[in-house]
């Protein structure tokens, strides 16, 4: 009986994948109506498209203008409560319908509740152009259906490794930025898994209590950028965000540590006659300022201060080899 059930669902997504012509060969006996946009709920079952416009949106839109609607959209029975049909495959066509202001062929499936929401999602899935944006948010959809990872896999036939990695993500980011609101405004992004990944490594580079200030500072620049990918204003803003940080507690003081010790540096060269004999214990200054950079435990700056001591060094023994010669 299952197997029945799964051929049929494969058949309502060929169905539909078919140009219309070919509608009978699927063994359909449904006839193709015609519906204005008003009476398609579009709302119907889970949204399984979350970028403003999908890949191809201008091309179809440019083809159904000129040359007519060829693929007819699935819906379910009327309601007869709102009188309207809902939509099971098609919700692309659907809104180029309603923008250009034409009626859409439309096949009537009598199918209900959890068969419906499969048919929808096999079909769809089978065009393979769906973004890691669009699969974590209708794992989100049928998560919040009660459908277990296992099952969420098997509907949307990947595999559960994939289902537990693409969630994780999700959950990553949730719990970064404190709120769903951060991971959901950015499912309309087109990156691949790695960018989402990596996102989520560089907000954990932040300190704890500004991660879910910076996403938050994210939804805003996302609200005024349309535009924008997600994905990639986010890694943009995070990564400036950790060099903010870096800058403030870290680049910063050894700067200001290394500025110093250059002025004491300085002061000890033209103050110390036989600058050429000095060792580094031999000056105060200099042992002060390469204790400071110890204590700092920061070899990069340590290293910048012994090799501008050895400049300084050759400055002077040149210096006073140039006074000799002019001397004799």
Not at 311 to 322: M, Q
Request: charge should be positive; hydrophobic fraction near 40%.
């Amino acid at each position: 009986m299952t197997h029945r059930k799964n051929m049929g669902l494969r058949a309502i997504a060929a169905a539909e994948r078919a140009p219309s012509e070919k509608l009978a060969a699927a063994n359909f006996s449904e006839t193709v109506i015609e519906l204005p946009p008003s009476d398609i709920d579009h709302n119907a079952g889970i949204r399984d498209r979350f970028s403003e416009f999908p890949e191809g949106f201008d091309t179809l839109m440019a083809s159904i203008r000129e040359n007519g609607q060829q693929q007819p959209i699935l819906v379910g029975l009327r309601d007869p409560q709102t009188g309207k049909y809902p939509i099971i495959a098609g919700r692309t066509r659907l809104r180029i319908a309603s923008q250009l202001g034409i009626k859409l062929k439309a096949i009537v499936r009598p199918i209900e509740g959890e068969a419906r929401l499969v048919a929808q999602l096999q079909e769809n899935l089978a065009r393979a152009d769906y973004t890691v944006g669009d699969k974590i948010g209708i794992m989100i959809e049928l998560k919040n259906l009660s459908f277990k990872q296992t099952r969420i896999a098997e509907t949307m036939s990947i595999s559960p490794t994939d289902v537990s990695k693409l969630l994780g993500i999700f959950a990553n980011l949730t719990d970064l930025a404190k709120t769903e609101e951060f991971p959901k405004a950015l499912l309309s992004s087109k990156a691949g898994r790695p960018k989402w990944e990596s996102l989520v490594k560089a907000l954990q580079e932040l300190p704890d209590n500004s991660q879910n200030k910076n996403c938050q500072k994210i939804i805003d620049q996302l609200q005024r950028e349309c535009d924008a990918d997600p994905i990639s204003l986010a890694l943009i803003s995070t990564k400036k965000a950790i060099r903010d940080h870096l800058s403030t507690t870290t680049y910063r003081p050894h700067k200001i540590s290394y500025e110093s010790a250059i002025d004491a540096l300085l002061n000890a060269t033209f103050n110390t006659r036989n600058l050429c004999k000095l060792r580094y214990d031999g000056d105060p200054n200099v042992k002060a300022m390469l204790q400071e950079a110890a204590h700092l435990n920061h070899e990069i700056l340590r290293a910048m201060i012994i090799e501008r001591f050895e400049v300084l060094r050759t400055e002077v023994l040149n210096s006073e080899k140039t006074s000799d010669r002019g001397i004799q």
